[in-house]
């Protein structure tokens, strides 16, 4: 019997869209599981609890960078860029991540006028931002602060943490094309490649988004900065 020929990429494809969809159960489960426990176990227990249910959204995040890094590279991503309200947008992350942020102390605020409006894709933008947190999350010691506002004719959003900031090995590469991987860290690239690829694709007057990392803003630590034309 001839053995049918499989595309490796839909195959992988196909996997990943089956484990995100096991993951997304799993989180919903756990975060049912938080508000049953929360006056019943110890607090050292709920925050253990709170990183479990972080690390699972996580997950489910890269999942979906993924996919739609597949889908880019396939030509069938379905971009839509129109005009949005920042704030709104900005609003509705804080919203979906200020639970995961309260389980660890972190305070979580944002600086954007409500009449702020920008063309960018949506669900693309959030997918980058909330990249950026799970990062600042990881390093900052109690703050993370979302700047938004119009700078030289370009939308600048930022992430800032009161971390010690990024490695100067980081600061000295060129976080748009890195897409390598470290063992010693665990790291893969896949976030800051995912968020420059999302940053190209926004283009106006001769003008496309870009990527930065750098350390400074409002706390002193680690700062992730996109602008779009």
């Known amino acids: 019997m001839e053995q049918e020929d499989i595309n490796f990429s839909d195959f992988i494809a196909s996997s990943t869209h089956d484990m995100k969809n096991s993951l997304n159960i799993q989180s919903g489960f756990l975060e049912e599981l938080m508000v049953e426990c929360r ?3 110890d607090p050292a227990m709920l925050t253990r609890l709170g990183q479990m249910i972080y690390e699972s959204s996580r997950m489910n995040v890269n999942l979906i ?16 860029i129109a005009e949005q309200s920042v704030n709104e ?8 991540n200020q639970a995961i942020m309260g389980y660890k102390g972190i305070a979580l605020s944002v600086d954007c006028t409500g009449d702020c409006y920008w063309y960018f894709d949506r669900d693309l933008l959030t997918g980058v931002l909330i990249n950026a947190l799970n990062n600042a999350y990881n390093y900052t010691q109690d703050k993370i602060h979302i700047i938004a506002h119009v700078k030289d004719g370009m939308l600048e959003i930022r992430v800032e943490d009161n971390g010690r900031g990024y490695p ?26 995912f ?4 940053a190209r694709m926004h283009k106006n007057a001769g003008k496309q ?7 400074g803003g409002t706390f002193g630590g ?4 996109l602008s779009l034309p």
Do not use: H, W
């Not at 988004?209 to 350390?215: D, K, S, T, V």
């Open 168 to 193: 100067k090995s980081m600061l000295l590469e060129n976080v748009a094309d890195n897409k390598g991987v470290s063992f010693s860290t665990g790291s893969t690239g896949l976030g800051f490649y």
């Open 89 to 96: 947008l900005l609003d509705e992350i804080v919203m979906q």
């Open 195 to 198: 968020s420059s690829q999302v």
């Open 65 to 80: 960078q993924i996919l739609s890094l597949y889908k880019l590279g396939k030509s069938i991503y379905p971009i839509d």
């Open 222 to 225: 680690g700062c992730f900065v």
């Open 209 to 215: 988004g870009r990527l930065a990392i750098e350390n």
């Open 39 to 41: 006056d019943k176990i």
